[in-house]
Nanobody, 124 residues
Framework: EVQLVESGGGLVQPGGSLRLSCAASGFTFSSYAMSWVRQAPGKGLEWVSAIDSGDSGGGFTSYTDSVKGRFTISRDNAKNTLYLQMNSLKPEDTAVYYC??????????????WGQGTQVTVSS
């Protein structure tokens, strides 16, 4: 029932930008914090960013150090959509990017669902 569908990935040159989208359905999107995680070739899953639900106050966002100042997470609860704006992309950002739903209302982690992922390749 729960579905998370990522889109917006592709091939981009270093220094370029992409905006990823995650279309959510099958749950009350506005009640749950959401995260972006990624998996680079040969590496494990890495948390990238999180945003609170925005439905019970808050509006806080968090980022891993390597993307601070370059990536921006946002959400549109009316559209059940999560976004990740990625600027100043670097080759080390190359990964499959997934959006993930928090298991519990009021928490960021753990996750209980994630999408199929969208490939981001940063190369000249």
């Amino acid at each position: 029932e729960v579905q998370l569908v990522e889109s917006g990935g592709g091939l981009v040159q270093p220094g370029g930008s992409l905006r990823l989208s995650c279309a959510a359905s099958g749950f009350t999107f506005s009640s749950y914090a959401m995260s972006w995680v990624r998996q680079a070739p040969g590496k494990g899953l890495e948390w990238v960013s999180a945003i609170d639900s925005g439905d019970s106050g808050g509006g806080f966002t968090s980022y891993t150090d390597s993307v601070k100042g370059r990536f921006t997470i946002s959400r549109d609860n009316a559209k059940n959509t999560l976004y990740l704006q990625m600027n100043s992309l670097k080759p080390e950002d190359t990964a499959v990017y997934y959006c993930a739903k928090a298991l519990f209302v009021g928490t960021y982690y753990p996750y209980d669902y994630w999408g199929q992922g969208t490939q981001v390749t940063v190369s000249s």
